[in-house]
């Protein structure tokens, strides 16, 4: 063997040596899930202690530092150390039944263990070739949810990263299936409320459809869209030689959780050959329960559907769901050819999620659904939303008691309100009031304006708020009011 050789061979054994610390080894994999495990008990067995707002960690500190990456590597007690002291202290607590703002995300422990088991196992659910259990699991996913909507035969979906990927999927969609033109998009129009997620907005720039003209439809008294509205818009559009061609429903805005009149929107779109996308990140598995099945009537007659089960399945944020009713439209908008994946067409039995997203590469979600799906059975996730519902009612039915203002009977489980003093600003007070709740940080809540005037919200969707946490709000409410 030559010197040469030798060198070669010598820096080989060098570097596995050392990138060998990767492949951690049996008793110190054991030593770090204990610690890691006896952290997250600990948070989990305190949550109740825990604020659900923590005011502080905002000011930059020596202790940042600890961001930093080094060339050596750090212990994990201290790892673990820093995580809770400048992580999990700091900011809004998500895991807090006490968050009531904005529209709460989840994060159910035995979606974890999936994340976990996919993580480790790292399956490939990219195409059916690579994994064909990674992905015939996540077409299940799809298809459930698919049935839950109502949709029959030939419909398909992904699993997205959240709502906002799932909705620029679906306005890709549509601007395949009705054949949109560079050249034709000022004369095609977008029909929506005010109301609609900033990520419609965001989507349609991104799918160069920023020159398509966007008409905000007025709203009814209940923050919903008006039909009439709408109808006398298309009207006077086409007489003005434009395009009707997508319109977007709100099932569960994000400000006050209103449902748009579903059924009487997709009438219009079908008359007038619209793509109709529902947005129903928010609000769509709340078609689980009776009431919400009545709120949402028609979505199934929707040429796409997106639902967030971070949100109404209460898992861990990071996964939301496209629907589209004809599969064939998501398959031509996603359609792609690569030599070195021909091996993998020869295999496909199934639609694989690259075939139907703009990912390639991609996290197994589908396990972090599926296995608490399977684990709790459906009836429990019904029962959560069914409580939220309740929840609702009961904090408008107190606020109304106490004096406030409150807005219209909820659709699904946001509640708008603001107090009205009896001299001085209204905006001032409540601006104020929901400041106080914040810095108090037992609960959460946050704010919006509606036609020009401050409101509050009161948005419950966590699977640990329950009455208790929404009696803590009251009695603050209770309170600022008798001492101001």
Same mark, same amino acid.
């Given at each position: =063997? ?47 202690? !825990? ?27 201290? +790892? ?35 994340? #976990? ?5 790292? !399956? #490939? ?23 839950? +909507? ?36 000022? !004369?095609?129009?977008?029909? =929506? ?112 559907? +997106? ?28 359609? #792609? ?31 972090? =659904? ?71 940080? !037992? +609960? ?41």
């Amino acid at each position: =063997m030559d010197n040469e050789l030798q060198a070669l061979l010598d820096q080989l054994k060098e570097k596995e040596a050392q990138g060998s610390a990767l492949d951690i080894n049996g008793p110190y994999r054991k030593e770090l899930m204990g610690e890691v495990l006896a952290y997250t008990n600990g948070f989990l067995d305190t949550l109740e202690e !825990r604020k659900a707002y923590e005011s502080k960690g905002y000011d930059r500190t020596e202790a940042d530092h600890g961001f930093n990456v080094k060339e050596a590597g750090t212990g994990i007690g201290e +790892v673990l150390d820093f995580i809770g002291n400048r992580v999990d202290h700091t900011g809004l607590n998500p895991a807090s039944g006490g968050h009531l703002g904005y529209i709460p995300g989840g994060g159910i422990p035995a979606s974890a263990l999936g994340d #976990y088991l996919a993580a480790i196992t790292n !399956r #490939y659910a990219g195409n059916f070739y690579a994994s064909p259990g990674a992905v015939r699991m996540e077409n299940a996913m799809v298809h459930w949810t698919g049935k839950l +909507v109502g949709y029959g035969k030939g419909f398909g979906g992904n699993l997205t990263s959240g709502g906002s990927i799932a909705n620029l999927i679906a306005i890709t969609t549509a601007r395949t299936a009705k054949r949109l033109k560079g050249k034709d998009l000022d !004369r095609n129009v977008v029909y =929506m409320t005010s109301h609609g997620h900033h990520s419609l907005a965001k989507g349609l720039n991104i799918a160069c459809l920023g020159e398509c003209i966007t008409r905000e439809i007025a709203l009814d008294s209940n923050y919903r869209m008006d039909v009439a509205a709408l109808r006398q818009q298309v009207a006077m559009g086409i007489q003005q030689g434009l395009k009707p061609f997508l319109l977007i429903a709100n099932a569960g805005s994000t400000d006050t959780g209103a449902v748009d009149p579903i059924a009487a929107m997709a009438d219009v779109a079908g008359a007038h050959d619209m793509w109709f996308h529902v947005d129903a990140a928010y609000g769509g598995f709340f078609l689980l329960t009776e009431e919400g099945r009545a709120r949402l009537a028609g979505i199934e007659r929707a040429d796409s559907v +997106v639902l967030d089960p971070h949100k109404g399945l209460f898992l861990p944020y990071g996964i939301g769901i496209v629907l589209v009713k004809h599969i064939d439209h998501l398959l031509k908008a996603n359609s #792609y050819e690569a030599n070195y994946m021909q091996d993998a067409k020869e295999q496909e039995l199934e639609h694989s999620p690259a075939e139907l997203s703009p990912e390639l590469s991609k996290h197994f979600r589908g396990l972090r =659904m599926w296995l608490p799906l399977k684990l709790h059975g459906i009836a429990p996730f019904r029962a959560c939303l069914e409580e939220k519902l309740l929840l609702a009612r009961y904090f408008r039915y107190q606020a109304k008691a106490l004096g406030f203002e409150v807005g219209p009977e909820p659709d699904l489980s946001v509640v708008i309100f603001r107090y009205v003093p009896p001299q001085g600003d209204a905006d001032a007070f409540n601006r104020a009031l929901a400041h106080a709740i914040q810095q108090d940080g !037992r +609960v959460f809540i946050s704010t919006t304006v509606l036609d020009g005037v401050f409101v509050l919200r009161f948005a419950v969707l966590s699977f640990r708020t329950h009455r208790k946490e929404t009696d803590v709000l009251l009695e603050q409410m209770r309170e600022f009011v008798r001492k101001n």
